[in-house]
């Protein structure tokens, strides 16, 4: 009997129960960002950033340009003024806009090209980086600067860093071109080889992405 009577003294009713501090409040997720670029055909561009860690999304489209709603014709005349883009849509938690940056001038394109790309020939192929707001702006060209300054290219780098009026998504047939014609030759000889540069240039930013209907 007294060995219960001392049990139940032992017992600390709730309401004078230490406050032990709950696990630590999870850090809030940094929203999600945009970049543009473009650098010749917009197939091979968004099919390499298709297949990078961090980004949720890669769009074909049209920026640079004065017309509203272009159309792709419209902007293959290269009366437009716009140049065959790419929005990539990514995740600053898992890859940082220099990473970006430096897949786009080492992997998605040839930075020295000037108003082509490969075959491609036109205004509509020209080098630019997109900027969305002074930070971005400021990343750019401190990267050109430092790309220029070891050397990096036997040429001079033509990329242009403007500021992003509006993006023009293309046409449905256009996106995700890479990944819907991988046989065609196009693809073949000109785009599948930058996503393959990637994978052995950028192997922790290189990912496969999910087969159709997973």
């Known amino acids: ?24 409040a999870r850090p809030p997720a940094p929203p999600e960002q945009t970049a543009v670029f473009a650098g010749g055909c917009f197939w091979g561009v968004e099919g390499v950033f298709e297949h990078i860690h961090g980004v949720k999304s890669a769009t074909a489209g049209y920026a640079g340009g004065t017309a509203a709603s272009p159309s792709y014709e419209e902007v293959s005349s290269g009366a437009t003024g716009h140049a ?62 430092e790309l220029k300054a070891k050397k990096i290219f036997a040429r001079p780098i033509v990329t242009e860093i403007v500021p992003l009026k509006a993006f023009y998504p293309a046409e449905e047939y256009h996106q995700h071109y ?11 000889f ?25």
């Open 1 to 24: 009997m007294i060995s219960l009577i001392l049990a139940a003294a032992l017992v600390v009713p709730p309401s004078l129960a230490p406050a032990f501090p709950g696990p630590a």
């Open 84 to 145: 065959e883009s790419v929005r990539v849509v990514f995740d600053p938690g898992q890859i940082s806009y220099r990473q970006l940056l430096a897949v786009f001038f080492a992997v998605a394109h040839d930075p020295t090209q000037l108003n082509r790309q490969g075959p491609d020939f036109g205004t509509q192929y020209r080098s630019i980086v997109f900027y969305g707001n002074d930070e971005q702006k400021q990343a750019a060209e401190a990267y050109v600067a």
């Open 190 to 214: 000109n785009d599948a080889p930058k996503v393959k540069q990637l994978e052995r240039q950028f192997p922790d930013l290189y990912r496969r992405p999910a087969a159709a209907g997973s």
């Open 178 to 188: 890479m990944e819907r014609h991988p046989y065609s030759p196009y693809i073949v």
